[in-house]
């Protein structure tokens, strides 16, 4: 895509290209308008006569009419990942600015039961400061990526002291920072690592993709091979979960920036999207079209903040997870071409009680195959397929970041393609990511919401 890892300075030219909106954001549009919410107008019209807004340049009086506002952005970073699981009980809602139906709270769940299977849980490192992705090398090294710009390498069950050397610099700025770390498909011939960031500045930055040699100890040939587009200023809702699909393709989650969340629907923009890739960042000639000007990268669109991905290879699904809003997370089985409804569909609300939008569904918008109401803030997700938890075969374990009883590892069962039960496992830890290891194990990455150093990477296994 981007040739070299020249420094961004500015927003990049925005395309002059027409936005074929679905009926459902005009209605939700008329819908905010009618129950007087401040609405985030500035994304529908990125690509047109309104390019000034979408270069970032939210002026003061602009700003009241911003989406959810800086408040609620704050509010938004305060509650994000989704603490809201106590605030979100029915009792709890305070409609705010003219939303709030009950009708949306007919959605609220029950949490899952605690899980029946005794787990050991052996710490392999600890004293991580938000460790976001788990990565395995052929040799038995495993990589974790610190939120704040490391690379850190447990080898032999111990954590390196130093970190892998050569990696970028990232912006470290609210949710942003690392993401997720992971190995070329044939990485024991080539040594190529890839690595999700965010990169730029607070008034310029974009999810980036880099790839480079790993000789064990310094990443060296960094080369940016992909970055969302356009630029945002918010450090909000970047995606950053990678994964290869079926196909050998690079797919990367992308977040709808937090206050831009029409992006999602916005084609001319790889916001709130999955985006699909060669691995040194070229485009597939396969990819799906989302229409006249939609971007060539895009494989999916109409995703919030997905945080999870993982191609199951025994179903031959791509299943992402995202975080809704206030509820409305959601399991989505990735699908070319196909369009997953935020903002327009959500069984979510916003974190002030109101409704984000009347429907739960439009023509055109692929449903969640599952979704929480209240939100469990999922990140991490694996496909279980080993020996050591055989009843576990084939079920979706993601790992689950809200507060309270939500903050856990959640089994989700599976029954062919669809979720038949859930429960919860090393429940009060904060899981952003989970993988199955080559032996069979289930790891995880626990952490520290405000980023004290009590990040760990844990080992379960059965306990016989
Ligand atoms: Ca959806």
Redesign the pocket.
């Known amino acids: 895509m981007r040739e070299g890892d020249a420094p961004v300075k500015s927003a990049p030219p925005l395309r002059d290209v027409g936005i074929d909106a679905p009926r459902a954001i005009v209605q939700l549009l008329g819908y905010r308008f009618q129950t007087g919410q401040r609405t985030p107008i500035m994304a529908l019209f990125t690509a047109k006569s309104l390019a000034f807004l979408s270069a970032g340049l939210c002026a003061a009086a602009m700003l009241s009419a911003c989406s959810n506002s800086e408040d609620a952005e704050a509010s938004n970073d305060a509650v994000e990942d989704a603490s809201a699981a106590a605030g979100a009980l029915p009792g709890a809602l305070v409609p705010g600015g003219g939303g709030g139906d009950p009708a949306l709270q007919e959605t609220m769940q029950e949490i899952a039961p605690e899980g029946e299977t005794a787990l050991s849980v052996e710490t392999l490192a600890e004293g991580l400061v938000n460790p976001w992705g788990l990565a395995f090398l052929p040799n038995g090294d495993m990589l974790v990526t610190e939120r704040e710009g490391r690379i850190r390498i447990i080898r032999e069950g111990a954590l390196v002291d130093d970190p892998v050397a050569g990696a970028p610099e990232p912006l470290v700025w609210n949710q942003g920072g690392y993401f997720d770390v992971l190995p070329h498909p044939d990485f024991a011939e080539n040594n190529i690592l890839y690595l999700s960031y965010a990169h730029g500045t607070r008034e310029g930055n974009a999810t980036r993709v880099v790839r480079g040699v790993f000789d064990g100890a310094t990443l060296s040939d960094v080369e940016t091979i992909y970055e969302v587009t356009p630029l945002k200023d918010t450090g909000h809702h970047f995606g950053g979960r990678m994964a290869w699909g079926g196909d050998g393709r690079l797919y990367l989650t992308t977040g709808d920036g937090g206050r831009y969340q029409e992006r999602a629907q916005d084609m001319a923009t790889s916001f709130g999207a999955v985006v699909r890739l060669n691995e040194d960042g070229s485009l597939p000639a396969d990819n799906p079209t989302f229409g006249p000007g939609s971007l060539p990268e895009l494989y999916s669109k109409?995703?919030r903040n997905p945080q999870g991905l993982v191609y199951d290879a025994g179903r031959g699904v791509l299943w992402s997870n995202?975080h809704g809003p206030r509820g409305g997370d959601?399991i989505?089985d990735v699908q070319a071409g196909a369009n997953?409804?935020?903002p327009a569909?959500?069984y979510g609300i916003n974190y002030n009680g109101s409704k984000v939008t009347p429907f739960t569904e439009f023509e055109g918008?692929r449903?969640?195959v599952k979704y929480w109401t209240p939100s469990i803030a999922p990140s991490g997700m694996a496909v279980y397929r080993g020996d050591m938890f055989a009843a576990w075969e084939g079920d979706l374990l993601v790992g689950a970041m809200a507060d309270h009883s939500s903050q856990a590892l959640h089994r989700v069962i599976m029954d062919a393609n669809l979720p038949i039960g859930e429960e919860r496992y090393l429940v009060g830890e904060r899981i952003r990511d989970v993988r199955v290891g080559p032996d069979g194990a289930v790891y995880v990455t626990t952490e520290d919401r405000g980023g004290a150093p009590v990040g760990k990477v844990l080992r379960l296994t059965p306990r016989n």
Do not use: D, S
């Open positions: 109409g995703h995202e959601e989505n997953y409804g935020w569909a959500t918008a449903q969640p």
